[in-house]
């Protein structure tokens, strides 16, 4: 087990008290979870990686460890380490070792109980099914909901160690991009591609924090198939992002030409794309509802693509009418931070503020955030065009555009089948800060960066 | 989803003919298990495998479907998609182009009980929890053991598809070695070595097949922790294995000199080790039992260590003593194909041969395998010397070897952790087959590979 450095240590400390601080009298339960399998139960997924509430707090992974706060005083609580431990996984740390390392009290997990007996309990959800067992076994929780509460409103705002996680998880995604950007060419499978940006993160001891898409199908908005072979006339769309080893994410797409160039059908519709991230990511500024920033990429979008004769009529009618939602179906983005839709685990408790709940509109039911901008919050951008058939094929899903959707014009631009730009942005007291401003963007950029054209 | 290639489809057309041939009347059911989450439940764990049984008879992974044999007549009964899932990943390939493409008949899983009604029905566990409570929810399963055995016949020897999957991945395992070799050097943390070896693995589109054991304490058997800082005096334990895009798992472990030169005391050692490994492999022929395997192991180290004066007295005795399990406390290897512990899912059913079971004695009881060879089987060797502090400093674990052991002359071999030389060997009917021979082995080639010396 790999402790945290001194700083991180320090920062937990300072989250665990911060913590207490927003629980009152009830006492927080935060387990750690434990390995999953993968394909035979006895061979766990690796590396193993915590909770993000538990990594949040604590700072390092613990295999089936919990954490409990209450009232200021944190105690981690350990499985018992048997001889047969001992042989295969060598002696572990010892009580006094990691309540040093970690900043907190040490006890067996068996003290567990004892711990939380006559206390109000309310606890985090775990990532797995066993530590859901084994907290209802904990017996009744008056409190989840304060709990919930109170961590999310210390993970919204980044502190100065969380910042630099993301600082990091950006520096090494952008690296990746650059590379998978240079490793594309026609003829290869996608697979090429996503094993070149893998490579570059393994060099860094790093791994992704969600399943990559990379692939020339971008209309398949959640495609982690990579078979697909590149051709000279597609576009390549990537959405990978890293996850350092203290477990922050990184979260961006890129959509390059596979030739290097843009055919200008292609960068007809880039240009609509990234005027609309630009409109959106100047937005991005403390006060600002999500939900105006998601409204606007669909203006810009609808604005665009009545600018190329796709779309006719009024923009805010289009927009009102979710025609806009045709090409761009998903929200403009999401909290990032340990977990890369962050805290979503906990649903729209964490994405939605108090009284807010998502609309059944079409065009923005998808919107995973909708909270008043605040310093410290890190969001993505990531508006997008999509040409996808369970869409435009579906007479149920179109018949509002009616003649406003201008199909004719529609066929000329064949050969976008799907394009997002997405960057990740920490919201300052100045205005947006681009953590991943580094990857190459404009037009010229992605094709200096993929060269070949 | 990827659909198998031509060859690979014949291939798990014959195998479900052969599984069938072998079930009689009882009806299998084979589920291939589900996306398991990581850091937050909606995120998976990527890519997908489906559990080994399954992706055995049907060559891809398909998440959450379940293959029925019965008679010789198979289907795959799939989830129905719905139409969130055409908008999010794309519509899914029809019934007839899958039944097609992977040469058996297709039903949405709704069908499932009605498939199974009036039927003895066995199944084969899936990789997780979710999977087995789908599969409690069919009802009575009177024929588990039915099925276990019957795929445990069919892949207990490999066929000419499965030998092709192993040739590839020990190839790359190999490589992935070489690439960690020349990546060491002093100074550099331990997972600057795995992630070069992970990146190599990442261009070919292949993860591991098991969590990677790199580090400079390798008397942690199961030592899954990178953050140890490598020293020039150090012997690296690297027990890494490549998993092939078809599932198919590497399994090499070599053990090299951090400075590029082993000590007198590391070399001794190591030949110690190398000698065990040449007379193990040398035996894997087809009839010899793979616990004899295990005990010539078990002598030539023990004869070794008296060589050196780390041990005395009589070969034999020392062995019977369990002497040499002071310093080799695992089993000399196990089956290798789908899984890394070929199907240790289903326990030592899998391993031992019926009426064979595992000894109490400490030098037998991690014996993963106790069968006769026979052409087609694939196995580990896998010797190894490690100065366990849990096993030499436990005065009940060293009683019997009493004076027997040598302390002060094993305090000369303090640099000495851990070594363990592992390859895959196939059974040939003319003898054994090394797959991963082309990694580097001998004193003079591994120094040559570390380069620096």
Redesign the interface.
Known sequence: ??LPAETLRDACVARRSNLAARLGGVTAVIPAGRP??????????????A??HFLYLVGASIEDAVLVVHRGESTLCLPQAT?ED??????PPSMSHLAHGLGLGVAPLAELPALLKGRTVGAL?P????GQAALEALGPRAADAQVADAIIDLRLRHDAAAVGGLERAAEATVAAHRVGMAATRPGIPA??V???M???L????MG?????IVSP?G?????????DVLAAGDLLLADVGAET?G?WAGDVTRTWPVSGRFSKSQQAIYEVVLAAQAACIAECRPGTRYRHIHLTAARVIAQGLKDLGILRGDVDGLVADDVHALFF?HGIGHLIG????D???LGDRAGYAPGRTRSDRFGLGYLRLDRDLEPGMAVTIEPGFYQ????LEDPTRTAKAGDRLVRSRLAEFADVRGIRIEDDVLITSGGPRVLTEAAPKTVAEVEAAVGRG
Chains 1, 2 share one sequence.
């Open positions: 087990m790999e999953v399998p993968r394909n035979y139960p006895a061979n766990p997924h690796w590396p193993f990686r909770s993000s001889a001992a042989l295969w996984h060598g002696a959800p990532p797995d099914a066993q697979w090429q996503v094993g070149a893998m490579a570059d393994a060099h860094r001891g992704t924090s969600y399943p990559p199908r209309e398949v908005l959640h495609n982690h198939a990579h078979h080893r477990g179906p340990l977990d890369v839709h805290m979503e685990d996808v058939p369970a869409l």
